[in-house]
């Protein structure tokens, strides 16, 4: 995929890549819809196609550092579990994207993101258990977190294949 040398890693398009979606995800991270025990956001969505579409250091950048970036801005108490929880969510992502080969295209993509959404919605769990220092304020807050992980999960991979942004960015950005 960053076969071009217009985007190998660290050339001013990566860097530029890379930054734009990471800006994307500290402003999905930080508009929520306010639900029982916390808030209900979109980020995994950018994590999930950021993932599918950038190498798995990008991929990092965007879903961990992009969180945690959101999160010192906006509410500092969960960073340190953003980074960790969506920083390997989108690592995972981007190496099931490429390394997992099927009849189809999405095939790795679609495996990425449920194994993704497993990861946020156990490292968040975890995390609030931790933070928070009470499991009943995780549980609480579990439902929202399942859905926004599916949400991702679901919407990363259409938006990359059905809404043909996968294609429109490999043409585009990857052209040689």
């Known amino acids: 995929m960053t076969s071009s040398k217009a985007f190998s890693r660290y050339s001013p398009l990566w860097i530029t890549t890379t930054a734009l979606f990471m800006a994307m995800n500290v402003a999905m991270s930080s508009f929520g ?3 029982p025990g ?4 979109l980020c995994d969505v950018v994590i999930c196609l950021a993932a599918i579409l950038l190498d798995p ?4 950048l965007v879903g961990g550092v992009g969180s945690f970036v959101g999160d010192l801005l906006f509410y500092p108490a969960p960073m340190f579990v953003s980074l960790a929880t969506h920083g390997l969510q989108a690592v995972v992502i ?5 390394h997992i080969r099927g009849r189809k295209p999405w095939t790795g993509a679609a495996a990425g993101a449920a194994l993704g959404a497993v990861i946020m919605v156990i490292g968040y769990t975890l995390g ?6 009470t499991p009943q304020y995780a549980v609480v807050k579990l ?5 926004q992980a599916g949400v991702g999960a679901i919407a990363g991979p259409l938006l990359c294949y ?3 942004i996968k294609e429109i960015f ?7």
């Open 33 to 35: 819809i306010p639900v």
């Open 38 to 41: 916390g808030h209900f956001y």
């Open 57 to 60: 250091l990008s991929a990092f």
């Open 94 to 98: 981007s190496l099931c994207v490429r």
């Open 128 to 133: 609030r258990a931790y933070v928070y220092a």
């Open 143 to 147: 439902p929202y977190e399942i859905l």
């Open 162 to 164: 059905r809404g043909r």
């Open 170 to 176: 490999d043409k585009k950005l990857l052209k040689q």
